[in-house]
């Protein structure tokens, strides 16, 4: 369950992604121009590793959430089951 917020962050991270390839496509290399685009392509690979650091990083985040929604879930209805049984239990001891 990602939220708008999340959604965004990872809509930026994509499109921030597409634009380094973009880019890193379109570096021509020169004798005159090597180290400048020896630069840009180091810059361009440093970013991308951290996009992907980032990305991975919120999958894992939002992982965890889901995980401990499913767990808090699980326990609510572990223990509203016990209270229906425990209130069957009384009402059928009632009845004897």
Request: proline share 0%; charged share 40%.
């Amino acid at each position: 369950m990602q939220t708008s917020d999340e959604e965004e962050t990872l809509a930026a991270l994509s499109q921030a992604r597409a634009q380094l390839h973009d880019q890193l496509s379109k570096i021509e290399f020169d004798d005159k121009k090597h180290d400048a685009a020896v630069n840009s392509i180091s810059l361009i690979i440093r970013t991308l590793d951290k996009i992907e650091q980032m990305t991975k990083s919120l999958r894992q985040e939002q992982v965890a959430i889901e995980d401990e929604i499913n767990r808090e879930a699980h326990d609510k209805l572990r223990e509203k089951v016990k209270t229906l049984i425990l209130a069957a239990a009384k009402r059928e001891q009632k009845q004897k």
